[in-house]
């Protein structure tokens, strides 16, 4: 690293974090586990398949249209377990409290952690508390850790991909990612965008239990589609391509993306699953997805292609074709 | 440079307003566009309404292309 | 938006791409863009995909972020280290490297750096946070310039003394000058910038087809606006014409916005400004006018490392469009967008940032 700090963009999603989680934790703690890169680590214990995964919260602000730093704590979890082909089951959740954080507001966290674990079908089963003196973190930090159960059979395997499979997506691009920003002092910007902030447990649960063409899922969070997209085919043979004019994004983030320059595929999303799918069981998939009210904008948006290796295509609402990489770290409104 | 978008305004008082784009909301100033009225729509940059949009111009250059596309075929 | 959904229907930039294919060139063409904003939205949508092979389009210096000299920055990032200070910036400037560092990693050293998408924002920032001493980093063009002149209007209307402004704004026309006049420089067409025309009117251009014989005309940012654009810029040289032309009639008057201007004439004066890649060019910036010196940030005393570029940096070839981004050795490899080298690298409508994040083919 040339750098001498850790900045913003080591935490943004884009390459700079992952060259940095690869130089530095990967590195550090190699193991075959962990060296996926996965949303989850699959365990194979005596009898059991466990998927195992962990992730820490810091948003600001901590409220947010449509969802709290706990709802998201909850869901991102249950998410990253149930894109592993996971049934997801029990969680910890540890606390980083800053001294002077408001009792009611840490209340309505917790509520909605309690109500979003019910939802789920997850049980919180463990969990720490410290508080930190006044400016040692901002208000709340969560992390939460959860471990899942892989069901026999599971085929899911990013080797399993080929050329000609579908790629969807179970609804519209970018809600999270700009309701928060929305949120945020300095922008301004007054909106109806909620957060999709949601546990995809029972959706996806309910296409596997169905059809057996799924191949890989992610869910797209920090780095948006463009991030899972890149992930997918990055080192692989084939390559991706998807059609712009397909990708489902509302009206309202549209105008807010045109006005600050953000491209509705680098935002982030906390209830939505990136599927690729054998592309005879496509149409029943989407099917599947339509009748849940977490996936009925849920949209067939492009392809795995034969080539160019390892590149990730859109081809543009007005039909010209060009490349979709990782954001630049983190996402700046510009006026230029 | 300069990344400006049309937003329709909702309403104005003398130096600000409110403009609206598919169904996002946002406080700008006014004082670059004066003769702005409630219903225009206004070209947006960081915050000021740089020019009033002359829709009806908008409107007829459309109709060129779509006659372009009639000849054509 | 949805009378305006036209602007980038599929079918109507097919159509004109199909004119642009039967117009008869005497030879290939270059067409130059000096409006980021251009830039991105021709990467955006993939429009090089749908021209003829006659047809390129190359990026000027239209991007301030790309334009803005390294010394710039680095008085930014001294300014940041002074006590109480809080440095304000549009979100273009803040990864973009100084000399030794940029925004970005003051802010994370522990200056504070904050991003308003408004500097009437930043002015009501100040109001409501006296304590602070907030310096907006003014930079960019015509159109950015009178929405800066009248936000420091209002600072001095109001008498904000923690507000001041330091200044890199630019004007087009001494850029265009300097660069149609140097040598090698080998442009066939010049898409004008359709928000500063917006802002200065279209005279301020005339002297490009009168002094170098260039077809010009100004463009909007749809796909649809700058496939027409491209198309008048054909046809002016099939005719062996040279003229400015107007393509965003929608929004461009003849003589621009005369608020606008006189906001800009109030406010600043012309001064010599120095352009990354074009070194100092003779009243092609705005200064802050004697008068305002109380909010002008340029007079607080602070030292300021002398200013390099780093080595094998091609950006100023790459803003005078007389090599690709891609021609440079540092591209995608020593720089990104993440670790920019050059400036072009930063901004999302930077030249190579354009072609970095959207150039469909192989890197």
């Given at each position: 690293?040339s750098?001498?700090?850790?900045t913003?963009?080591?935490?943004a999603?884009?390459?700079?974090?992952?060259?940095f989680?690869?130089?530095?934790?990967?590195e550090?703690?190699?193991?075959?586990?962990?060296?996926?890169?996965?949303?989850?680590?699959?365990?194979?214990?005596?009898?059991?398949?466990?998927?195992?995964?962990?992730?820490s919260?810091?948003?600001?602000?901590?409220e947010f249209?449509g969802?709290?730093?706990g709802?998201l704590?909850?869901?991102?979890?249950?998410n990253d377990?149930?894109?592993m082909g996971?049934?997801?089951?029990?969680?910890?959740?540890?606390?980083?409290?800053?001294?002077?954080?408001?009792?009611?507001?840490?209340?309505?966290?917790?509520?909605?952690?309690?109500?979003?674990?019910r939802?789920?079908?997850?049980?919180?089963?463990?969990?720490?508390?410290?508080?930190?003196?006044?400016?040692?973190c901002d208000g709340?930090?969560?992390?939460?850790?959860?471990?899942?159960?892989?069901?026999?059979?599971?085929?899911?395997?990013?080797?399993?991909?080929?050329?000609?499979?579908?790629?969807?997506v179970?609804?519209?691009?970018?809600?999270?990612?700009?309701?928060?920003?929305?949120?945020?002092?300095?922008?301004?910007?007054?909106?109806?965008?909620?957060?999709?902030?949601?546990?995809?447990?029972?959706?996806i649960?309910?296409?596997?239990?169905i059809?057996?063409?799924?191949k890989?899922?992610?869910?797209?969070?920090r780095?948006?589609?463009?991030?899972v997209?890149?992930e997918?085919?990055?080192?692989?043979?084939?390559?991706?391509?998807?059609?712009?004019?397909?990708?489902p994004?509302r009206?309202?983030?549209?105008?807010?993306?045109?006005?600050l320059?953000?491209?509705?595929?680098?935002?982030?999303n906390?209830?939505k699953?990136v599927m690729?799918?054998?592309?005879?069981?496509?149409?029943?998939?989407?099917?599947i997805l339509?009748t849940?009210p977490?996936g009925?904008?849920?949209?067939?948006?492009?392809?795995?292609?034969?080539g160019?290796?390892?590149?990730?295509?859109?081809?543009?609402e007005?039909?010209g074709?060009?490349?979709?990489?990782?954001p630049?770290?983190?996402?700046?409104?510009?006026?230029? | 440079?300069?990344?400006a978008i049309?937003?329709?305004?909702?309403?104005?008082?003398?130096?600000?307003g409110?403009?609206?784009?598919?169904g996002?909301?946002?406080d700008?100033m006014?004082?670059?566009?004066?003769?702005?009225?409630t219903?225009?729509?206004v070209?947006?940059?960081?915050?000021?309404?740089?020019?009033v949009?002359?829709?009806?111009?908008?409107?007829r250059?459309?109709e060129l292309?779509?006659?372009?596309?009639e000849?054509?075929e | 938006?949805?009378?305006l959904?036209?602007?980038?229907?599929?079918e109507?930039?097919?159509?004109?791409?199909?004119?642009?294919?039967?117009?008869?060139?005497?030879?290939?063409?270059?067409?130059?863009?000096?409006?980021?904003?251009?830039?991105?939205?021709?990467?955006?949508?993939?429009?090089?995909?749908?021209?003829?092979?006659?047809?390129?389009?190359?990026?000027?210096?239209?991007c301030?972020v790309?334009v803005?000299?390294?010394?710039?920055?680095?008085?930014?990032?001294?300014?940041?280290?002074?006590?109480d200070?809080t440095?304000?910036?549009f979100?273009?400037l803040?990864?973009v490297?100084?000399?030794?560092?940029?925004?970005?990693?003051?802010?994370a050293?522990?200056?504070d750096?904050?991003?308003?998408?408004s500097?009437?924002d930043?002015?009501?920032?100040?109001?409501?946070?006296?304590e602070?001493?907030?310096?907006?980093?003014?930079?960019?063009?015509?159109t950015t310039?009178?929405?800066?002149?009248?936000?420091?209007?209002?600072?001095?209307?109001?008498?904000?003394?923690?507000?001041s402004?330091?200044?890199?704004?630019?004007t087009?026309?001494?850029?265009?000058?300097?660069?149609?006049?140097?040598?090698?420089?080998?442009i066939d067409?010049?898409?004008?910038?359709?928000?500063v025309?917006?802002?200065?009117?279209?005279?301020e251009?005339?002297?490009?087809p009168?002094?170098?014989?260039?077809?010009?005309?100004v463009?909007?940012?749809?796909?649809?606006?700058l496939m027409?654009?491209?198309?008048?810029?054909?046809?002016?040289?099939?005719?062996?014409?040279?003229?400015?032309?107007?393509?965003?009639?929608?929004?461009v008057?003849q003589?621009?916005?005369?608020?606008?201007?006189?906001?800009?004439?109030?406010?600043?004066?012309?001064?010599?400004?120095?352009?990354?890649g074009?070194?100092?060019?003779?009243?092609?910036?705005?200064?802050?006018?004697?008068?305002?010196?109380?909010?002008?940030?340029?007079?607080?005393?602070?030292?300021?490392?002398?200013?390099r570029?780093?080595?094998?940096?091609?950006?100023?070839?790459?803003?005078?469009?007389m090599?690709?981004?891609?021609?440079?050795?540092?591209?995608?490899k020593?720089?990104?967008?993440?670790?920019?080298r050059?400036a072009?690298?930063?901004?999302?409508?930077?030249?190579?940032?354009?072609?970095?994040?959207?150039?469909?083919?192989?890197?």
């Amino acid at each position: 690293m040339s750098d001498s700090v850790v900045t913003l963009n080591h935490g943004a999603g884009g390459e700079t974090m992952r060259g940095f989680i690869k130089q530095l934790f990967i590195e550090s703690f190699a193991n075959p586990l962990l060296d996926t890169l996965a949303d989850a680590a699959l365990l194979n214990l005596p009898g059991t398949r466990l998927a195992f995964t962990t992730d820490s919260y810091v948003i600001k602000p901590v409220e947010f249209p449509g969802g709290n730093i706990g709802k998201l704590a909850v869901c991102g979890t249950v998410n990253d377990l149930a894109v592993m082909g996971a049934k997801p089951l029990y969680l910890s959740a540890g606390f980083i409290l800053e001294e002077g954080l408001d009792y009611s507001r840490l209340e309505r966290i917790v509520r909605a952690m309690a109500k979003t674990a019910r939802e789920a079908g997850v049980e919180i089963v463990t969990g720490d508390t410290k508080v930190v003196p006044r400016g040692e973190c901002d208000g709340i930090f969560i992390n939460t850790a959860g471990i899942g159960v892989v069901p026999q059979g599971n085929g899911l395997s990013p080797l399993l991909v080929a050329p000609g499979d579908a790629i969807i997506v179970s609804g519209t691009m970018g809600d999270h990612g700009l309701a928060v920003l929305s949120a945020r002092e300095g922008l301004s910007f007054q909106t109806q965008i909620e957060s999709d902030c949601a546990p995809l447990g029972d959706l996806i649960g309910g296409v596997l239990k169905i059809s057996p063409g799924v191949k890989w899922m992610r869910d797209p969070t920090r780095g948006g589609l463009a991030a899972v997209l890149t992930e997918l085919s990055e080192g692989q043979p084939f390559g991706v391509l998807i059609q712009e004019a397909a990708v489902p994004v509302r009206e309202d983030v549209k105008a807010v993306c045109e006005l600050l320059g953000f491209d509705p595929l680098h935002l982030a999303n906390e209830g939505k699953v990136v599927m690729v799918v054998e592309e005879s069981a496509a149409g029943g998939v989407l099917e599947i997805l339509k009748t849940h009210p977490l996936g009925k904008n849920a949209a067939l948006i492009g392809q795995v292609t034969e080539g160019p290796a390892g590149v990730v295509r859109v081809q543009t609402e007005v039909g010209g074709v060009r490349r979709l990489q990782r954001p630049a770290g983190e996402l700046l409104p510009r006026i230029c | 440079m300069c990344l400006a978008i049309p937003m329709k305004l909702l309403e104005r008082d003398e130096q600000r307003g409110t403009v609206e784009s598919g169904g996002a909301k946002r406080d700008v100033m006014l004082t670059l566009t004066p003769q702005a009225k409630t219903g225009d729509y206004v070209i947006v940059h960081a915050g000021y309404a740089l020019e009033v949009l002359d829709e009806a111009e908008a409107l007829r250059t459309l109709e060129l292309f779509r006659e372009l596309g009639e000849a054509g075929e | 938006m949805s009378a305006l959904s036209g602007y980038r229907d599929a079918e109507n930039v097919r159509r004109i791409a199909a004119q642009i294919a039967q117009v008869e060139l005497p030879r290939p063409v270059r067409f130059m863009e000096v409006c980021g904003g251009h830039t991105a939205a021709i990467y955006r949508f993939a429009l090089h995909d749908l021209l003829p092979d006659a047809v390129r389009l190359v990026s000027g210096p239209g991007c301030p972020v790309c334009v803005t000299a390294n010394d710039f920055v680095d008085r930014a990032v001294a300014l940041a280290q002074l006590p109480d200070v809080t440095i304000a910036t549009f979100g273009d400037l803040i990864r973009v490297p100084g000399s030794s560092r940029s925004l970005a990693e003051a802010r994370a050293r522990g200056a504070d750096v904050r991003v308003f998408y408004s500097s009437a924002d930043a002015l009501e920032f100040a109001k409501t946070h006296p304590e602070r001493r907030v310096i907006f980093l003014a930079i960019g063009f015509e159109t950015t310039a009178c929405t800066l002149a009248a936000t420091l209007a209002a600072a001095v209307q109001s008498g904000t003394r923690n507000f001041s402004m330091l200044c890199a704004l630019k004007t087009m026309p001494e850029a265009l000058r300097t660069l149609f006049s140097a040598p090698g420089v080998q442009i066939d067409g010049l898409i004008l910038p359709g928000h500063v025309t917006t802002v200065t009117g279209m005279a301020e251009f005339d002297f490009v087809p009168r002094e170098f014989r260039i077809p010009c005309a100004v463009s909007g940012f749809e796909p649809v606006d700058l496939m027409e654009t491209i198309l008048m810029l054909c046809r002016q040289i099939e005719q062996k014409r040279a003229a400015v032309e107007n393509q965003y009639t929608r929004v461009v008057r003849q003589d621009g916005n005369p608020h606008a201007q006189a906001l800009i004439a109030k406010m600043f004066e012309p001064c010599d400004m120095p352009w990354r890649g074009f070194g100092d060019i003779p009243q092609s910036g705005l200064a802050i006018r004697k008068e305002f010196a109380a909010w002008d940030a340029a007079a607080i005393p602070v030292e300021v490392e002398p200013a390099r570029e780093h080595p094998g940096c091609r950006c100023g070839e790459v803003l005078r469009g007389m090599i690709r981004p891609k021609d440079c050795a540092l591209f995608g490899k020593a720089c990104t967008p993440e670790q920019p080298r050059g400036a072009c690298m930063v901004s999302s409508e930077g030249a190579c940032a354009a072609v970095y994040h959207f150039a469909a083919e192989e890197r």
